[in-house]
């Protein structure tokens, strides 16, 4: 899990530092495929890559905020179920030329369950 996936430079620490907030069960994630919740105020979602990896981001559409948790994911890429706009789920990407990016949030797992990072990734 998070093999290539490293934010210790981001300041992060681990889920007791008070850097996280607990999200939700992996098994709930494995089931539903997706796991929304807002921190501070903002919609957050846990993505599950082909693989099997969580990824956090957060869950509004840059083009019209539609509910990107409703979208398909597939390789990665998640597709917005309103006008097919496309993101990369482990980096916040957007394929979509012409879109800004997500914020992406570091995210941990412990004894079963989904930690995400209280502030996102700084880059
Ligand atoms: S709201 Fe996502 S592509 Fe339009």
Redesign the pocket.
């Known amino acids: 899990m998070f093999d290539d996936y490293d934010d210790s430079y981001d300041g992060f620490g681990d889920v007791d530092s008070g850097d996280f907030i607990k999200f939700g069960a992996m098994a709930q994630l494995r089931e539903k495929k997706t796991l929304n919740r807002k921190i501070i105020g903002k919609w957050v979602s846990v993505f599950l890559d082909d693989d099997g990896n969580p990824y956090a981001m957060e869950m509004s ?1 840059k ?4 509910n990107l948790a409703e979208g398909k994911v597939a390789n990665e890429v998640v597709t ?1 179920p ?4 496309k993101y990369n789920i482990r980096t916040g990407k957007a394929i979509t030329e012409y879109s800004p990016d997500l914020r992406r949030h570091a995210i941990r797992e412990k004894d079963g369950d989904i930690y995400v990072s209280l502030r996102p990734i700084l880059r």
Not at 63 to 66: E, K, T, V, Y
Request: charged letters at 10%; hydrophobic letters at 30%.
């Open positions: 559409c083009h019209q905020g539609a917005c309103r006008h097919f706009w």
